[in-house]
């Protein structure tokens, strides 16, 4: 059973970078790693920004190619650093909201986990107030779904953030110069659907 989540530094900076890149909407991305110990620790060492299809406030939509690509991508990582690395999770942002997954994000990672026991979600809140300081926050939650029934509730992964001595650190810095393209594509598309 999945314990523990090691988040690489500059791979939360990625993530929290494509958090803030819009305040409206949900972001979604996913994570390359490598699970250890028979299941019971992920570590998390690089992600793929995904261009979102349908961009709402509360749901975000991605296309089933831009799964097979971060496979394909976590492939292309694995065999230059030497070690079994495959998408291992997934992240998104709640601009303006809780932490806490909803009953939308507790489905999809249901999904997931019925291919990867090991897979997990990452949620990044964004653009929340901290009423004491009067300044602004992030918080971030690791989550499993546990299915009762008809029904999911979230059992929470402890996840710790650390160094990443490797290799895939300038990998990393490059994902974070792909986000202004992503977001331009998306504007683009946006555009054109409305215009057509």
């Known amino acids: 059973m999945l314990r523990k989540v090691l988040l690489a530094t500059d791979v939360t900076l990625a ?32 992600s793929v920004i995904l261009r979102r299809l349908d961009k709402k406030p509360d749901r975000v939509e991605i296309s089933e190619e831009q799964l097979v690509q971060a496979t394909l991508r976590a492939e292309e990582l694995a065999a230059e650093v030497g070690r079994p690395l495959r998408v291992v999770g997934w992240y998104h942002s709640h601009p303006h909201i809780t932490v806490w997954p909803s009953h939308v994000d507790l489905a999809t990672q249901s999904m997931y986990q019925r ?56 990998n990393n810095f490059e994902i974070l110069t792909q986000l202004p393209a992503i977001l331009k594509e998306e504007e683009d598309e946006s555009c054109n659907n409305e215009a057509g």
Do not use: W, Y
């Open 15 to 46: 993530c929290v970078q494509h958090a803030h890149s819009t305040e409206k909407e949900e972001i979604m991305g996913l994570l390359i790693g490598e699970v250890h110990n028979n299941s019971s620790l992920v570590s998390i060492v690089s």
């Open 115 to 170: 291919m990867d026991s090991s897979f997990v979600g990452i949620i990044f809140a964004v653009f929340l107030t901290d009423q004491s300081f009067k300044a602004p926050s992030v918080q971030i939650t690791c989550f499993q779904s546990i299915n009762e029934g008809s029904s999911q509730s979230r059992r929470e992964i402890e996840i710790e953030i650390t160094n990443n001595n490797d290799s895939l650190t300038v």
